[in-house]
């Protein structure tokens, strides 16, 4: 069982920056593929970047690529998105995800979610 904490979210205005992180309880946090996915309202929810537990390797939407840096510290249990450059396109609740294996969580497959964190970027 693995318990999903995100928090670091906020008002921001455009350009800005925010990081936001998923701390994670449980045993085997190093074993499982992380995502951050995003839901706007009126919107299907999104998946924003994911790194695997093997080697780090990380994928992110067109939509952020250059702007978001996620990462993982599997000592501490703990994934960080890094958003920067945020528009207000980007508003959203942002969600922490997991996946367990060598493989990244999918909006339709995951083994865990976290509750979520609001994230507004004004113009």
């Known amino acids: 069982q693995v318990h999903l904490v995100e928090s670091g979210g906020g008002l921001v205005q455009a350009g800005g920056s925010l990081r936001l992180s998923c701390a994670a309880s449980?045993?085997?946090?190093?074993?499982?593929?992380m995502g951050w996915f995003r839901q706007a309202p009126g919107k299907e929810r999104e998946s924003v970047a994911r790194?695997?537990?093997?080697?780090?390797?990380?994928d992110y939407a067109d939509s952020v690529k250059g702007r978001f840096t996620i990462s993982r510290n599997n000592a501490e249990n703990t994934v960080y998105l890094q958003m920067n450059s945020l528009k207000p396109e980007d508003t959203a609740v942002y969600y922490c995800?997991?996946?367990?294996?060598?493989?990244?969580?999918?909006?339709?497959?995951?083994?865990?979610w976290g509750q979520g964190t609001q994230v507004t970027v004004s113009s």
């Open positions: 995800a997991a996946r367990y294996g060598n493989t990244w969580p999918t909006v339709y497959d995951a083994d865990y």
């Open positions: 449980g045993r085997f946090f190093s074993m499982y593929g």
């Open positions: 790194i695997s537990w093997s080697d780090g390797n990380t």
